[in-house]
Antibody
Framework: QVQLVQAGGAAKTPGASVKVSCKAS????????MHWVRQAPGEGLEWMGW????????NYAQKFQGRVTMTRDTSISTAYMELSRLRSDDTAVYFC??????????WGQGTTVTVSS | DIQMTQSPSSLSASVGDRVTLTCRAS??????LNWYQKKPGGAPHLLIY???SLHSGVPSRFSGSGSGTDFTLTISSLQPEDFATYYC????????FGQGTKVELK
């Protein structure tokens, strides 16, 4: 079945970088954009950007430009989101989501990233 | 960037109640509006896309309406599994979410 599986969580110190993975299965990975969305504790959903797995083209939210890099490896149907210069307010659950039809209709289970000294 | 504003921020309701949530865009977004349900510890789930189309597998008690800048999500008869936070999201331009409406048990 169609699913997105994310790797386990990570604990990082301020200033470090984190790379979160999202493996797709059950559909043609290169046919649909992959979005990244995060939710900080007690906060709402925040869109970070998308990547076209076909072309590698990206569109980042202005807030994250310069700190986020989205990439993909089509050979293993996996998308990645790397966030650098981490701060404590980057502590959040990070989700990948694909829009196979309309809207973000398939979601990963989320990856918890904790930033603390 | 398009700002999405949801109201109310939270509401208390009982099982069986009819509930209406509102989402307003800072500029027109035609019908490029999606609704999601989010429960603690879980991933969001798409409920409604293109303002009023029900996503596959979503119960028919959920419905959406609106166009332009004003949208609503209605739950016709609230069920125990519906207590959650609901988010609207525009896909007219660079995506953005509303701040959410938490539906709690009265």
């Amino acid at each position: 079945q169609v699913q997105l599986v994310q790797a386990g969580g990570a604990a990082k110190t301020p200033g470090a970088s984190v790379k979160v993975s999202c493996k797709a299965s059950g559909y043609t990975f290169t046919d649909y954009y992959m979005h990244w969305v995060r939710q900080a504790p007690g906060e709402g959903l925040e869109w970070m950007g998308w990547i076209s797995p076909n072309s590698g083209g990206t569109n980042y939210a202005q807030k994250f430009q310069g700190r986020v890099t989205m990439t993909r490896d089509t050979s293993i149907s996996t998308a990645y989101m790397e966030l650098s210069r981490l701060r404590s307010d980057d502590t959040a659950v990070y989700f990948c989501a694909s829009d196979l039809e309309y809207g973000m209709d398939v979601w990963g289970q989320g990856t918890t990233v904790t930033v603390s000294s | 960037d398009i700002q999405m504003t949801q109201s109310p921020s939270s509401l208390s309701a009982s099982v069986g109640d009819r509930v209406t949530l509102t989402c307003r865009a800072s500029q027109t977004i035609d019908i490029y509006l999606n609704w999601y349900q989010k429960k603690p510890g879980g991933a969001p789930h798409l409920l409604i896309y293109s303002a009023s189309s029900l996503h596959s597998g979503v119960p028919s008690r959920f419905s959406g309406s609106g166009s332009g800048t004003d949208f609503t999500l209605t739950i016709s008869s609230l069920q125990p599994e519906d207590f959650a936070t609901y988010y609207c999201q525009q896909s007219y331009t660079t995506p953005s979410f509303g701040q959410g409406t938490k539906v709690e048990l009265k």
